[in-house]
């Protein structure tokens, strides 16, 4: 296979269109109160290193004799407790996150700049053996499955951090490792969706995926009301 530099700008740029054509739309979401732009960059570019710590991780669960929907359990596990971290390690204990809608904005941040990465890693293969067509289709059906899926698992971290804002430590702790044990179960599902070789596994994956988000767009609106209700419109 070529992987020439021609090659991995192609893996570049694939991998990282779809992320950001989400990242612009999801931030509309948050226009009335922008988040810091360095700190939104810095939110994807530490979801972009988790990556290359996640993949070895899954190789050792990938050959260590396991069933096959324990593998999937723990390459879910995985990525969702890398996006938490990188998540509390670079962002979630700043200043800026100072309003509920903060945390789902910095979540879904980083997990698009974790599928970013991981869409590169996906699209060098088909492009190094020049299956340009193959590629373009890897990249399409990430763009509305495999993305989104990153966006919404992590962003059910982001939501209950978000409403356990006023609770207490443990009372958050507890509420953030329950977001962390609803992003795996999605994924896993999704994931374990995906793995099927029928077109119907398939479809209900998608669908999966889609019916979450309308909870999600419906979720962040309940939030966003909850934060500026009785505020004039230009005050955040």
């Given at each position: 296979m070529?992987?020439?530099?021609?090659?991995?700008?192609?893996?570049?740029?694939?991998?990282?269109?779809?992320?950001?054509?989400?990242?612009?739309?999801?931030?509309?979401?948050d226009s009335r109160c922008p988040e810091?732009?360095?700190?939104?960059?810095?939110?994807?570019?530490?979801?972009?290193?988790?990556?290359?710590?996640?993949?070895?991780?899954e190789q050792y669960v990938q050959h260590a004799n396991l069933p096959g929907f324990q593998v999937l359990v723990g390459w879910a596990t995985i990525e969702e407790v890398l996006k938490y971290l990188a998540a509390a390690i670079f962002i979630l204990w700043r200043s800026a996150v100072d309003e509920a809608p903060d945390y789902v904005i910095y979540m879904l941040t980083v997990a698009l700049g974790f599928a970013a990465a991981e869409n590169m890693l996906f699209l060098l293969s088909p492009l190094a053996s020049g299956h340009l067509f193959t590629g373009?289709?890897?990249?399409?059906?990430?763009?509305?499955?495999?993305?989104?899926?990153?966006?919404?698992?992590?962003?059910?971290?982001?939501?209950?951090?978000?409403?356990?804002?006023?609770?207490?430590?443990?009372?958050?702790?507890?509420?953030?490792?329950?977001?962390?044990?609803?992003?795996?179960?999605?994924?896993?599902?999704?994931?374990?969706?995906?793995?099927?070789?029928?077109?119907?596994?398939a479809l209900t994956a998608f669908f999966l995926v889609w019916s979450v988000a309308v909870v999600f767009f419906a979720a962040f609106e309940v939030l966003k009301y909850l934060q500026y209700r009785g505020k004039p419109k230009n005050v955040c």
């Open positions: 070529d992987f020439s530099l021609q090659t991995l700008g192609y893996a570049f740029i694939g991998g990282l269109l779809p992320s950001l054509i989400w990242l612009y739309f999801l931030l509309k979401e810091p732009r360095k700190l939104i960059a810095l939110a994807f570019l530490s979801g972009m290193i988790a990556v290359p710590i996640a993949l070895p991780l373009l289709m890897t990249d399409d059906l990430r763009f509305v499955g495999s993305t989104l899926l990153h966006v919404l698992a992590s962003s059910a971290v982001g939501f209950a951090l978000a409403f356990s804002m006023s609770w207490g430590p443990s009372a958050r702790a507890a509420a953030a490792g329950t977001g962390v044990i609803l992003a795996i179960v999605l994924h896993t599902a999704f994931n374990a969706l995906i793995m099927k070789a029928s077109g119907s596994a």
